[in-house]
């Protein structure tokens, strides 16, 4: 039985994480595509690239780039397991 619970949990886990890469890679390609159209619609209206137009497509990209970073480094931040680490603190501070 104890075996089941530590698949089961690992299976839960794996489910997670590919959420969180899914979630990324949906992010990446509307910040894509968003932004092809923004570069054709502003070459359009102008004929010419402005950077002064693409002011929040920077931004947008500094976003992706930490929503990337937290998704494929999160021992970066916060440390090994440090997830783990806080629902055991918290279900024991429960406990008392």
Do not use: C
């Not at 894509?32 to 931004?59: A, Y």
């Amino acid at each position: 039985m104890e075996n089941y619970n530590k698949e089961n949990i690992k299976y839960l886990q794996a489910k997670k994480r590919i959420k969180q890469i899914k979630g990324f890679y949906i992010h990446a390609l509307v910040f894509v595509l968003v932004n092809i159209l923004l570069v054709f619609v502003n070459h359009q209206k102008t004929g010419n690239f402005e950077f002064k137009n693409f002011w929040g497509t920077f931004f947008w990209g500094i976003g992706l780039a930490s929503h990337g970073l937290s998704v494929f480094l999160p021992n970066f931040f916060l440390g090994k397991n440090w997830e783990e680490k806080k629902i055991r603190e918290l279900m024991d501070k429960d406990k008392r």
